[in-house]
């Protein structure tokens, strides 16, 4: 290795991506014009055409796929609440319908007051959670002090922008990123797309195949300043949720002891949720849907209807058939 | 056809080591010693944001004397190549030795091809895990690389300073009595330099994975003044 001196005219400055393409080590294009005409977007090299193999993830109207499938990470949220930001995500990874891996990390602190959550192809984003945080340091040892959170969330979507060719063959990434804005005091969401739209979000968000249906859960669970148990069991909730409607999000996982990962991004910083507080607030959300469960009032059968043939429903059939005839006597 | 002079070789090479020499010693200096818990770099410099001493990566720091804009640049070029270093590899493949030598190689090569050599000294430390363990590597304007395991001094007066500081030197002293002995063998204890005219910056083991911190105005100010600052009883 050399040191690297670059002449004035052509220095990359505090972008690490830019360094890194300048020496040919860069997975994602530059992002500034000198990195777009020496750095050709690695996308083109993969083959693609309409005789490949579509990811069963991906579905025939994307257009063509990998021709192997690829390690896909899923639900991941991000809620505000009265000391910052929660973020937490499941743990599982899969391949097709197949489980990659059951303790996979899709939230990372991007650095000491930020973190960021990845959904998408696991490899491209694992790469993309690294050039990032390489990034944050890089510039603030350079420039001597750190970007703005804003500047911060622009250069992700400048990474997600770069990867648009690999995103159009199936290798989507969609990250989350939230963070502490120490100027304004208040916790920060921004989410993405995969063309690198970048939009910040007021209070809460989820992404990922599961994404839906923890949106939902946190829409319905939201209220301004809760606190951090609130936050953590809403969270928890949600990913419960998600992992109840879609095959890909992993929920806890009590044999192994594997539970999903929780953060909190406060003033103090980024600091994950201990286990142990993960699990009891599984714990609770467990007691709370089982005891719902339970208590359920089962739907009135109409006695008139013949039974099906299910010979284990009968009892209960008749059971209901009773109570229907003395409410028909009361009256 | 004008024939160029003929230069002797030694006179050619002593004039720009001359010139080298003369304009880092009207730079202010700076020392760096290893205390208990890590490294210390305190420099003379009343700027709050043009730094003599930087972070280069997770136990490195670097320290100019000399022209800026040169020591600058190597700081920035140091900065490249570990960050590009610890990714192509991994962050404890990422050592001061090894860049030590880069500097040294392209510092010699500035002064043996160029026209004008570097009219800057740099200093390159690491600290280790356990004391003992830490390095400290002195990079003079023509490439020479003197290799320390104790203290430095760097720019004009090195060799005074050096002596001063050799002299107050103990193994194990505290943050506090470190700081107190590199501003004495600054000043040779003829003038007074408060802490605003001071940049001091530590790499301190109990910092985390990234170990440097820079020790702002207050606390040197405290330092000095002989008490234990909280931020340093409780190892941050």
Same mark, same amino acid.
């Given at each position: 290795m050399t040191l690297p001196m670059f002449p004035p005219g052509n220095d990359p400055g505090p972008n690490f991506n830019e360094v890194l393409h300048r020496l040919g080590f860069g997975p994602f294009p530059g992002s500034g014009p000198s990195g777009a005409p020496g750095a050709p977007a690695r996308s083109g090299g993969l083959p693609s055409g309409p005789g490949m193999l579509t990811a069963p993830g991906g579905g025939e109207g994307r257009g063509p796929a990998a021709p192997f499938q690829v390690t896909h990470g899923t639900t991941i949220c991000a809620v505000r609440y009265g000391d910052g930001v929660i973020m937490a995500g499941d743990r599982r990874a899969t391949s097709g319908s197949a489980i990659a891996h059951r303790t996979m990390e899709k939230v990372h602190?991007?650095?000491?007051?930020?973190?960021?959550?990845?959904?998408?192809?696991?490899?491209?984003?694992?790469?993309?959670?690294?050039?990032?945080q390489l990034q944050l340091e890089h510039y603030e040892k350079v420039e001597g002090q750190?970007?703005?959170?804003?500047?911060?969330?622009?250069?992700?979507?400048?990474?997600?922008r770069a990867n648009l060719g690999m995103a159009m063959q199936g290798f989507v990434v969609v990250p989350l990123f939230a963070g502490y804005d120490l100027r304004r005091a208040k916790g920060r969401i921004y989410t993405y797309d995969p063309t690198g739209g970048r939009y910040e979000e007021t209070d809460y968000h989820a992404d990922g195949s599961g994404g839906r249906d923890a949106r939902t859960t946190i829409k319905l669970g939201f209220t301004d300043d809760m606190s951090r148990e609130e936050g953590i069991d809403l969270c928890v909730r949600a990913l419960w949720q998600a992992a109840d409607e879609d095959s890909a999000t992993g929920g806890p996982d009590a044999v192994r002891g594997i539970f999903p990962t929780v953060a909190t991004i406060t003033a103090q910083g980024f600091e994950r949720v201990p286990e142990a507080e993960v699990a009891q607030a599984f714990g609770r959300v467990i007691s709370h849907l089982s005891s719902a469960e339970v208590n359920r009032t089962p739907p009135p059968v109409d006695p008139d209807e013949p039974d099906q043939g299910r010979p284990s429903k009968a009892p209960a059939s008749k059971a209901a058939a009773t109570r229907a005839t003395a409410a028909r006597k009361a009256k | 056809m004008a024939m160029p002079f003929y230069v002797a070789p030694e006179q050619f090479m002593k004039d720009k080591a001359d010139f080298a020499r003369k304009n880092i010693g009207r730079g202010r200096p700076l020392v760096a010693t290893v205390y208990s818990t890590g490294v210390l770099i305190c420099a003379e410099?009343?700027?709050?944001?043009?730094?003599?001493?930087?972070?280069?990566?997770?136990?490195? @720091?670097?320290? %100019?004397?000399?022209?800026?804009?040169?020591?600058?640049?190597?700081?920035?070029?140091?900065?490249?190549h570990a960050d590009i270093k610890g990714y192509q590899f991994s962050r404890e493949d990422v050592d001061a030795r090894s860049l030590a030598n880069l500097y040294a190689r392209y510092m010699g090569n500035v002064f043996t091809h160029e026209m004008k050599p570097l009219e800057?000294?740099?200093?390159?430390?690491?600290?280790? @895990?356990?004391? %003992?363990?830490?390095?400290i590597f002195h990079i003079l304007y023509d490439g020479t690389v003197v290799d320390e395991d104790r203290f430095t001094a760097l720019g004009g007066e090195a060799e005074t300073i050096t002596a001063r500081l050799a002299r107050a030197y103990k193994a194990e002293w505290s943050l506090g009595d470190a700081l107190k002995a590199s501003v004495h063998a600054l000043t040779g204890g003829e003038r007074e330099l408060s802490s605003r005219e001071l940049e001091v910056a530590v790499l301190d083991r109990g910092n985390g994975r990234r170990a440097f911190r820079r020790v702002l105005e207050a606390e040197v100010a405290e330092l000095l003044a002989g008490k234990q600052p909280a931020a340093v009883e409780a190892g941050t």
């Amino acid at each position: 290795m050399t040191l690297p001196m670059f002449p004035p005219g052509n220095d990359p400055g505090p972008n690490f991506n830019e360094v890194l393409h300048r020496l040919g080590f860069g997975p994602f294009p530059g992002s500034g014009p000198s990195g777009a005409p020496g750095a050709p977007a690695r996308s083109g090299g993969l083959p693609s055409g309409p005789g490949m193999l579509t990811a069963p993830g991906g579905g025939e109207g994307r257009g063509p796929a990998a021709p192997f499938q690829v390690t896909h990470g899923t639900t991941i949220c991000a809620v505000r609440y009265g000391d910052g930001v929660i973020m937490a995500g499941d743990r599982r990874a899969t391949s097709g319908s197949a489980i990659a891996h059951r303790t996979m990390e899709k939230v990372h602190a991007a650095d000491t007051h930020r973190g960021v959550a990845i959904a998408g192809a696991a490899g491209p984003a694992m790469e993309m959670v690294r050039i990032f945080q390489l990034q944050l340091e890089h510039y603030e040892k350079v420039e001597g002090q750190a970007l703005s959170l804003e500047g911060k969330a622009n250069q992700l979507s400048q990474m997600v922008r770069a990867n648009l060719g690999m995103a159009m063959q199936g290798f989507v990434v969609v990250p989350l990123f939230a963070g502490y804005d120490l100027r304004r005091a208040k916790g920060r969401i921004y989410t993405y797309d995969p063309t690198g739209g970048r939009y910040e979000e007021t209070d809460y968000h989820a992404d990922g195949s599961g994404g839906r249906d923890a949106r939902t859960t946190i829409k319905l669970g939201f209220t301004d300043d809760m606190s951090r148990e609130e936050g953590i069991d809403l969270c928890v909730r949600a990913l419960w949720q998600a992992a109840d409607e879609d095959s890909a999000t992993g929920g806890p996982d009590a044999v192994r002891g594997i539970f999903p990962t929780v953060a909190t991004i406060t003033a103090q910083g980024f600091e994950r949720v201990p286990e142990a507080e993960v699990a009891q607030a599984f714990g609770r959300v467990i007691s709370h849907l089982s005891s719902a469960e339970v208590n359920r009032t089962p739907p009135p059968v109409d006695p008139d209807e013949p039974d099906q043939g299910r010979p284990s429903k009968a009892p209960a059939s008749k059971a209901a058939a009773t109570r229907a005839t003395a409410a028909r006597k009361a009256k | 056809m004008a024939m160029p002079f003929y230069v002797a070789p030694e006179q050619f090479m002593k004039d720009k080591a001359d010139f080298a020499r003369k304009n880092i010693g009207r730079g202010r200096p700076l020392v760096a010693t290893v205390y208990s818990t890590g490294v210390l770099i305190c420099a003379e410099n009343s700027s709050r944001s043009l730094h003599k001493v930087s972070e280069i990566y997770d136990r490195i @720091a670097f320290a %100019g004397v000399g022209k800026y804009n040169e020591f600058d640049q190597l700081r920035v070029s140091g900065v490249q190549h570990a960050d590009i270093k610890g990714y192509q590899f991994s962050r404890e493949d990422v050592d001061a030795r090894s860049l030590a030598n880069l500097y040294a190689r392209y510092m010699g090569n500035v002064f043996t091809h160029e026209m004008k050599p570097l009219e800057v000294e740099i200093l390159v430390a690491e600290v280790g @895990a356990q004391p %003992g363990e830490d390095q400290i590597f002195h990079i003079l304007y023509d490439g020479t690389v003197v290799d320390e395991d104790r203290f430095t001094a760097l720019g004009g007066e090195a060799e005074t300073i050096t002596a001063r500081l050799a002299r107050a030197y103990k193994a194990e002293w505290s943050l506090g009595d470190a700081l107190k002995a590199s501003v004495h063998a600054l000043t040779g204890g003829e003038r007074e330099l408060s802490s605003r005219e001071l940049e001091v910056a530590v790499l301190d083991r109990g910092n985390g994975r990234r170990a440097f911190r820079r020790v702002l105005e207050a606390e040197v100010a405290e330092l000095l003044a002989g008490k234990q600052p909280a931020a340093v009883e409780a190892g941050t």
